[in-house]
């Protein structure tokens, strides 16, 4: 039997799969919900369980699983280096409603892996056999890993692809990066394609998949069995049905800009937080308005404007202004790019308090 069936079933039988990347401090359930109204992908993540001595289950990321209106399934995910911990968190977690356990081996964060969790164990392939090995013995369901292509360099990839296979791993999602080259450098798809082959397992491309049409190039170039996706779903939520339209040999949707205003107004909706300050407010914002500006305007004027509010009215004046009002309708193009356009940074070195942690 091909091992994608090991997997639940699909949106689309016959399709590529889809996922949407954990992402620390964005996809949780108020997230995954915006995504599902503008269409889900085949699987969601959860953000991870940070395992511990005496650590419990993280009660606003246990609501992705247990009150998860979407329809689709929810692998939680858990990062750690503890293996008594780690078995018996994933036991608890295994009495809710979820598609399977996700190990977390790729974190790049410097806090996450200079605790020798996350990316951080991939100096330690002996500890990733330990590890796998209790685990898998633990769960009964699926066991799925996220990972990247090593620490500083490639020298330990083949070794732990051949554990993956040693303990019968449901599904690898692998970012075609090291640790240490972060999101910087090009993605090695072809080291994703050399996974393919190696592993017995169903393996999901993950890296800089920034469209419907950059999915299917990914997927022809590594045979994937699907990819996943972050960044480009808080850019573009639309992401997850377009691939399918592609892939399906349908016309990709084009997106107005009024409608990603829309999407925006609904992110502000599902994220508000009252009992927090009105900055805090405007900074959590503009963490998701940081990736969509990179698709609203080529000369990146929105995104200028938008990092220069202080307050909620100025924010949300900039999108008024950009995608419903005069600058909109002095564009000769009124529709979002289906791909980010060229120079146009989401992560501007001067903001740090919008860099988002994905992991």
Known sequence: MPPVHRLPLPLAPGLPLTALAPMQDVTDLRFMSVIAHYGSPDYFFTEYFRVYANSGLHKNILRSITENATDRPVFAQLIGESIPDLVRVAGELSQYPIAGIDLNLGCPAPRIYRKNVGGGLLRDPDKIDHMLGELRKAVAGRLTVKMRLGFDDTANFDRILDLINRHNIDLLSLHGRTVKEMYHSDVHYDLIAHAVQRVQCPVFANGNVTSAFAAAAVLAQTRAAGVMIGRAAIRNPWIFHQTRQHLSGQPVSTIALPAVRGYIERLRCATAMPSIPERARVNHMKMYLNYIGQGVDVTGAFLSEMRHAHTEAELFGACDRHLLGETNRSQPNQ?????????????????????????
């Open 335 to 359: 529709t979002f790019a289906i791909e980010p356009y060229p120079g146009l940074a989401a992560r501007p070195n001067r903001e740090p308090t919008h860099v988002l942690k994905a992991c």
